[in-house]
């Protein structure tokens, strides 16, 4: 063969061979895989951002002065916000940043303070009649539009407190050992190292770097910052000169191609962590919640005030403690249990003592002087005031022996305790406790229902006796003066104070009626 056929059978076998090696090489992962970390390495060595050096895996003090730029700025903010992200007055403040001064006006009318203050003058269905206008009035700013910003905003917000939490400073002290924790006096001198010791700690970076918004409302949102921490939390325009160089890194993508080539992975891909919170659904519905509690603490407090003074009306005191076994303490045990225990406590507690320290002895000594000494127009009133009379004193008698059969030893009160300790390893145990419980609070419902019946007619009696004293001709007891000489005090005078103290007792009564009606 001559040296022309030589050589023209070597470059076909030349050629042969390469195309088959072409094709040998397609579909082969490892060689796809070089291909593209190749590529991936000449944009990173032809990139304008010096951060990387491909040959060795390098990363460079350019991408260490990048993070630098980074720190300085952010590292006040670091300091301030810290668990910002969990706080709900922050959420108060970035919504409080969209309102105009009449809606914050409007705003102001719903807090605790100014409905206390308003709650002194007006009473309890105007408060709750403007309060529930305002409320109104306040939910209807919030539009859709308005609620997508605000939820935007915050969502920016909490995007920005991730990137500015982000360790910084672990990252940059690889870059140089000497760096001093948020000192930014005296300038670092970064060196290149190997592009290993950051691979990890940029793709956490990236999970905060990419969900920045860089065109946000930037303002808007240091403002709300500032309104939370009272101080500047970031320099703004700082931060406004910093923004450009961080939406020209991101849209490079050049930390994720670091990431690429050093892990040799041309196919790994960030995970950016996204915000997603709503805050102005939440916000209303706390805002009416805490509107409804306040407005049920007012009634509350109105109306143990308002029981307070009847009670002291009644017994000089607001502390009358007569009820030893049926008591509010006793329910301690009945709560652990998810029990609502003595219903009627209070009540039963002021109608013990009406019933034994004052209904037993003075209205008794008069009663017995208007029905021994009277002379009664008609037996049928005087036989209506006996029979209500009597009616008192026999539930005294029973109260008494219905708060005693409570006791340890007593018979409903030791099948009480028994089922009380037995409950915890027998779930039919509080059935029957439950049973137990409506069955003794419906008597002593009935007693109070009995007893203001009762009270009540005694003093329409009362009230109807004081008419017919101060009239010049008597329609219903004709001897006054005779009954005045046998009693040990003035009658009239007598009279009017038991009236009174029944009506007070009766309201006393009614209060406790009232919220066991609206239950």
């Known amino acids: 063969m001559s040296t022309q056929d030589s050589k023209e059978a070597g470059g076909s076998g030349g050629l042969v061979q390469r195309v088959l090696s072409f094709f040998a090489g397609m579909g082969d992962p490892d060689s796809d895989k070089k291909k593209l970390l190749k590529g991936i390495g000449k944009d990173l060595s032809r990139s304008k951002f010096k951060f990387y050096r491909p040959k060795g895996q390098e990363a460079l003090p350019g991408l260490a002065k990048f993070f630098y730029e980074l720190y300085k700025t952010t590292a006040p903010a670091q300091v301030l916000l810290g ?35 308003r709650s002194k003058t007006l009473s309890l269905k105007d408060l709750q009649d403007e309060a529930k206008k305002q409320m109104t009035d306040f939910y209807a700013v919030f539009d859709g539009e308005m609620s997508r910003q605000i939820d935007q905003t915050y969502t920016t917000l909490l995007s920005f407190i991730n990137f500015v939490s982000f360790d910084y400073y672990f990252l940059l002290k690889k870059f140089d050992s000497g760096l001093m924790e948020r000192t930014f006096s005296k300038a670092p001198h970064f060196d290149s190292i190997n592009g290993e010791y950051i691979a990890e700690d940029l793709a956490d970076f990236l999970e905060v770097f990419l969900p920045l918004d860089a065109e946000a409302e ?116 009945f709560a652990k249990k998810m029990l609502g225990g003595f219903t009627q406590a209070p009540a039963l507690n002021y109608l013990k003592a009406y019933l034994i320290d004052y209904f037993k002895k003075d209205i008794r000594e008069i009663v017995d002087i208007l029905i021994i000494r009277g002379q009664w127009t008609t037996n049928i009133q005087m036989q209506q005031l006996a029979d209500a009379y009597h009616v008192l004193l026999e539930i005294s008698d029973q109260l008494i022996a ?101 009506y007070y007792i009766v309201q006393l009564l009614q209060y406790y009626a009232k919220e066991e009606g609206g239950r």
């Open 83 to 117: 668990n910002a992200s969990s706080s709900a007055a922050l959420r108060s403040f970035v919504i409080e940043s969209f309102l105009s001064r009449e809606q914050r006006e409007l705003s102001e009318l719903l807090t605790e303070a100014t409905i206390l203050e």
């Open 402 to 502: 219905f708060d005693e059969g409570l006791a340890d030893e007593g018979e409903t009160g030791s099948r009480l305790k028994s089922a009380v300790m037995k409950s915890d390893r027998d779930k039919d145990q509080v059935k029957y406790l439950r049973t137990m419980l409506k069955d003794v609070n419906e008597k002593a419902s009935g007693f109070v229902s009995k007893a203001g019946v009762n009270l009540i007619a005694v003093g329409r009696h009362f009230k109807v006796l004081i008419e017919d004293y101060d009239r010049p001709h008597h329609e219903i007891v004709l001897n006054w003066k005779e009954i005045e000489s046998a009693a040990s005090r003035p009658v009239r005078e007598w009279l009017v104070e038991v009236y009174k103290k029944i």
């Open 218 to 333: 930037w303002r808007r949102i240091f403002e709300a910052l500032k309104a939370y921490r009272n101080a500047d939390v970031i320099q703004a325009d700082a931060w406004m000169k910093l923004l450009p160089a961080i939406a020209e890194v991101r849209k490079s993508q050049i930390l994720e191609q670091i990431v690429r080539h050093v892990k040799k992975d041309p196919n790994w891909m960030p995970t950016a962590r996204y915000p997603n919170e709503r805050i102005v659904e939440p916000f209303l519905g706390k805002l009416k919640t805490q509107l409804e509690t306040l407005i049920q603490r007012i009634i509350k407090e109105r109306r143990n005030a308002k029981i307070d003074e009847v009670a002291k009306m009644v017994f000089g005191t607001t502390i009358v403690l007569r009820m030893k076994n049926y008591t509010e303490k006793a329910n301690v045990i």
